[in-house]
Nanobody
Framework: QVQLVESGGGLVQAGGSLRLSCAAS????????MGWYRQAPGKQRELVAV???????TYVDSVKGRFTISRDNAKNTVYLQMNSLKPEDTAAYYC??????????WGKGTLVTVSL
């Protein structure tokens, strides 16, 4: 059974930093692409960042230069380092896993709130 468990969310002031973690189990972590998505109240879920099994990364323009996605295959964990946070980064953040066979799995999310 695949499980993705996010952690690290919380309340932070604008300009601050948070590091999100997503621990995966039940899959061959080194073979999957991992992504972070976010969904703000009243808005659609949007892709924030992706890291492939080979370590290539992609970011949405709004977070480039501020967020960094990374992975530790030994710990089956993907991270999202978020710096220079802005109120518009407030959202529920979700990680997803995409297997080579085309299966998608989602975590339950962690809430990030950025105050002025």
């Amino acid at each position: 059974q695949v499980q993705l468990v996010e952690s690290g969310g919380g309340l932070v002031q604008a300009g601050g930093s948070l590091r999100l973690s997503c621990a995966a189990s039940g899959l061959i972590f080194s073979t999957v692409s991992m992504g972070w998505y976010r969904q703000a109240p009243g808005k659609q879920r949007e892709l924030v960042a992706v890291i492939t099994s080979g370590g290539s990364t992609t970011y949405v323009d709004s977070v480039k230069g501020r967020f960094t996605i990374s992975r530790d295959n030994a710990k089956n964990t993907v991270y999202l380092q978020m710096n220079s946070l802005k109120p518009e980064d407030t959202a529920a953040y979700y990680c997803d896993a995409r297997t080579p066979a085309g299966m998608y799995y989602w975590g339950k999310g962690t809430l990030v709130t950025v105050s002025l």
